[in-house]
């Protein structure tokens, strides 16, 4: 329940730098910005920031919750200063149809700490079952873990799914091309060898034609292919593991991902191009499994967690002068929640309160064991992390002093009020 009205008083990211405010708030939303506000007020030390919208989860919720379910997920997310999330169709029975999207709807509803949005999935033949209230719909063009390939490549498929006017994001691996790489995989070298860059390069260059309003391309892992993506909206998403993470760390099947980790020289190209600002946002592709799954790497599936630790870890990256504030902000917390249409992550009137507070001077080395996910096995263990100290959520304190507060307070953002 969001609290009737509020002041929230400290240094705030605001217009591009620090500045005292008080934020009045107002059944769950920003209602005055000024420098003096008059009454009782809740102050926050440290710098505050917009709390983070993350587009790209996948929370394995239904049928896989011995990986992760929607509690731990979003709990994960909470602590992370996430307060809205996007997640993934790719789902064991995927979310491709109407029914499927309201038996997945009624199994994460009422059990979610943080505001969530679900995708579907669209596979060039099914527009007309993709439910309606689909937040963004996803597009595989090359195979990943539970999903469907679009194979018709062409504008009369996209024209489908025209009338629904949602945001379409890119899994852009081109399937032919990782047809004709596969080899033997049993280390991040070898994955990396198997769907190359060039796989990517092309994908990219298909996605630029097709008749969308909003097009993203997903999970970038190689910034040179930038070049590739041209045309109106259309946006650009890095993960902290493209950035931050290369083939030749001893991570084994814990940094097996689709797209893979890249060698080393283009794993720093893509760091330097995102601290230059040439990404439009940075998600996490949070995709845990299970210890048993990852035992062997040549059988193991893809993915990594990542939804706790993307906001601090960049933080982190703030704290050491290495990242802007700017980029920061715009990539995690502003970009996110605008090209996904969610009334988040400005401090502007009308939008909703949700915030964290950092304290940069409480930098420290991450250790996963904290961590929330069911699986929380990192390949960001041990790397420096700055964690946020309270996270609030249209009004409501949820994280106070780093521990969870309130419960499973998260709303289906379709029925929270533009």
Not at 204 to 229: G, T
């Amino acid at each position: 329940m969001e609290s009737d009205e509020l002041t929230l008083s400290g240094k705030f990211y605001y217009q591009g730098r620090y500045q005292d405010l008080n934020i009045r708030i107002s059944e769950g939303k920003i209602t005055g910005i000024k420098k003096f506000i008059k009454g009782g007020k809740v102050e926050l030390e440290g710098g505050i920031f917009p709390a983070a919208t993350d587009t790209h989860v996948h929370f394995r919720d239904p049928g896989e919750t011995h990986k992760e379910d929607f509690s731990t997920g979003t709990l994960s997310a909470a602590y992370g200063g996430t307060t809205t999330i996007l997640d993934m169709p790719n789902n064991i029975i995927p979310i491709d149809n109407y029914q499927a999207y309201e038996k997945k709807l009624e199994s994460v509803r009422g059990r979610s700490f943080v505001d969530f949005g679900l995708y579907s999935m669209f596979n060039g033949i099914n527009g007309d079952l993709i439910h309606p209230d689909s937040w963004a719909m996803k597009v595989f063009l090359g195979g990943s873990t539970n999903s469907v390939v679009m194979n018709q490549l062409n504008d009369s498929s996209f024209n489908k799914i025209a009338h629904l006017h949602k945001p379409v994001v890119f899994h852009a691996e081109d399937q032919q091309c990782l047809d004709s790489f596969r080899r033997e995989d049993t280390t991040l070298k070898s994955h990396n060898s198997s769907r190359p860059t060039q796989c990517e390069a092309i994908a990219f260059q298909n996605m630029s034609k097709f008749p969308i309003e909003k097009k993203i391309a997903a999970h970038v892992s190689d910034s040179s292919n930038l070049k590739y993506l041209s045309g109106t909206d259309l946006y650009s998403e890095i993960t902290p593991h493209h950035m931050l993470l290369n083939d030749e760390m001893d991570l084994g099947s814990y940094g097996k991902v689709n797209p893979p980790l890249r060698e080393p020289a283009v794993q720093r190209s893509s760091l330097d191009a995102y601290l230059s600002g040439k990404y439009d946002m940075v998600s996490s592709d949070h995709a845990p499994h299970s210890e048993e799954e990852k035992e062997e790497f040549e059988f193991a599936p893809s993915g990594i967690i990542g939804v706790e630790t993307r906001v601090p870890i960049l933080l982190a990256l703030v704290s050491k002068k290495i990242l802007t504030p700017e980029i920061f902000y715009r990539t995690a917390i502003l970009n996110p929640a605008k090209i996904f249409n969610i009334n988040k992550g400005e401090i502007r009137e009308g939008s909703y309160a949700d915030f964290f507070n950092v304290r940069f001077s409480s930098i420290r080395r991450l250790d996963q064991s904290k961590l929330h996910s069911k699986n929380y096995i990192s390949p960001f263990n041990g790397m420096d992390v700055v964690f946020p100290e309270n996270v609030m959520m249209r009004g409501e304190m949820i994280i106070e002093n780093g521990e969870i507060i309130y419960g499973r307070n998260g709303k289906y953002l379709n029925e929270l009020n533009k």
